[in-house]
């Protein structure tokens, strides 16, 4: 409450700097990519007749609590963050945020969004939702960030589970379909972060954290990105394998598949900080169009 009573005193200026760091500690952009992935798993889920609104504040609680896992993991790694180049300017690790500030605005997000799931969506979508917060913000964050290199494979799942919660937003009930689409997430994850980290390998290794490339070295972490290249390929075949998909989807998933392989092998062969950072950042573009592809092959293609 006082916060809030702090807020209202501020001038234009000062709300605005503190808009942009409520952005920044929720990973705003991370979350967007979330959302539609979860929008993608709602949108292929069986028609259950939900009108667009309930289906809108579906997504937004589960991009609340996304957020909120985000900004917990700003304040759990704050002295992480302060002794890493990409990272030090965040609001927490900068001070200009303290915890407890980060910590209330993680709360009331995330229990707005709890609470927007329970009545809007159902309760197994809330339950897993906050199963997902739990297994980023602190199994993740706490724990396995810290203690072994296959850390964001581990943890990755939390981060591959929004096209399962927007299906189950719909239906109310597990089904096997959208285990496929985790399942792409979950093996795009690690090359996803990998290639960033071997750009970055001197930022973990001053921050001692145990990522791939400072535990197992550079060219065994390249190999590592080769291989998950290779078996997101085929693991994107499922969908249409299992009829849920289409042609177009195969189409646009072998061509962004095919793209990734090169620049991951690319990367392997003669690859530096620029072929891999080049690697990371084709890495959010292919998920995206991955993710458009299925939605437009569902809906535009028939
Ligand atoms: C454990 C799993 C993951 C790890 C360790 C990870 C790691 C990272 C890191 C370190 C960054 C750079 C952030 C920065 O620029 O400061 C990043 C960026 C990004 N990640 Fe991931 N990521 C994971 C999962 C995901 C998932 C599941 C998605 C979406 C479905 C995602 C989407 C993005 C996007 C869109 C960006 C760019 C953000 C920006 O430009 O600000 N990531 N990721
Ligand atoms: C409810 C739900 C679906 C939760 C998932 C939330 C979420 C934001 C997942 C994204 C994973 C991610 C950006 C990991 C990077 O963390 P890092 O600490 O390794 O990276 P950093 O150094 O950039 O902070």
Request: positive net charge.
């Amino acid at each position: 409450m006082t916060q809030l009573i702090a807020i209202t005193k501020l001038a234009p200026r000062q709300i605005s700097g503190l808009i942009n760091d409520y952005l920044a500690i929720s990973k705003f952009k991370v979350v967007a990519m979330l959302v539609l992935t979860a929008w993608v798993g709602l949108a292929l889920a069986p028609d259950v007749g939900r009108g667009i609104g309930v289906q809108f504040i579906s997504l937004l609680g589960i991009g609340l609590l996304s957020a909120a896992a985000a900004v917990i993991n700003h304040v759990v790694d704050s002295e992480i963050d302060s002794k890493m180049a990409r990272t030090r300017h965040r609001p927490v690790a900068k001070g200009r945020l303290s915890k407890l500030h980060a910590l209330s605005f993680a709360a009331v997000i995330g229990v707005s969004g709890f609470l927007m799931l329970m009545i809007w969506a159902n309760t197994l979508t809330a339950i897993l939702t906050l199963f997902a917060l739990v297994g980023y913000a602190f199994i993740y964050t706490s724990f396995l960030k810290r203690a072994t290199p296959q850390n964001i494979v581990i943890g990755g799942l939390a981060g591959a589970m929004p096209p399962l919660l927007g299906w189950v937003s719909e239906t109310g009930q597990m089904a096997a379909a959208p285990w496929l689409l985790v399942m792409i997430i979950f093996t795009w994850t690690p090359p996803h972060f990998w290639a960033l980290a071997i750009a970055r390998k001197s930022d973990y290794e001053r921050a001692k954290i145990p990522m791939l490339p400072v535990t197992h070295g550079i060219d065994f972490c390249k190999t590592c990105v080769v291989a998950y290249s290779v078996l997101l390929t085929l693991v994107c075949v499922l969908p249409y394998l299992i009829g849920m998909s289409g042609i177009i989807y195969l189409i646009a998933a072998t061509l962004l598949n095919s793209m990734f392989t090169y620049k991951a092998v690319k990367l392997k062969l003669a690859g530096n900080d620029e072929t891999a950072m080049d690697l990371f950042r084709f890495s959010i573009v292919h998920l995206m169009l991955l993710f458009v592809a299925l939605f437009i092959d569902k809906w535009f293609l028939i």
